[in-house]
């Protein structure tokens, strides 16, 4: 069974640190790209930052987290990670990791890719 499965959400306040885990299982994780999105209520999903597949581990990010937020991979543990750090309300979502086979495009001005698998998402809380 396919599973991707995020934890390390929470309440935390504006300006601190968080990070974020997606633990895979049941397909070759190394095989994947990975992404960390995220769903603000009544806003539509958005890419926050995307690792390529293990052997080319580049990253891309959002405008909006470029220098705050830091995306890895350990693929021994077959487990990607979102480093949070001075975070701010507007970082409030719900997060999503994903895993697409063929890799992250950049096109239009966002990074594109087709999905594979999502995770369950995980609540994060940024208080003022």
């Known amino acids: 069974e396919v599973q991707l499965v995020e934890s390390g959400g929470g309440l935390v306040q504006a300006g601190g640190s968080l990070r974020l885990s997606c633990s895979a299982s049941?397909?070759?994780?190394?095989?994947?790209?990975i992404g960390w999105f995220r769903q603000a209520p009544g806003k539509e999903r958005e890419g926050v930052a995307y690792?390529?597949?293990?052997?080319?581990?580049?990253?891309y990010y959002a405008d909006s987290v470029m220098g705050r937020f830091t995306i890895s991979r350990d693929n021994a543990k077959t487990t990607a990670y979102l480093q949070m750090n001075n975070v701010k309300p507007e970082d409030t979502a719900i997060y999503y990791c994903?895993?697409?086979?063929?890799?992250?495009?950049?096109?239009?001005?966002?990074?594109?890719?087709?999905?594979?698998?999502w995770g369950q998402g995980t609540q994060v809380t940024v208080s003022s």
């Open positions: 994903a895993a697409a086979r063929t890799g992250w495009v950049y096109w239009n001005g966002k990074y594109h890719g087709d999905i594979d698998y």
């Open positions: 690792i390529n597949k293990a052997g080319d581990e580049n990253t």
């Open positions: 049941g397909f070759a994780f190394g095989d994947y790209a």
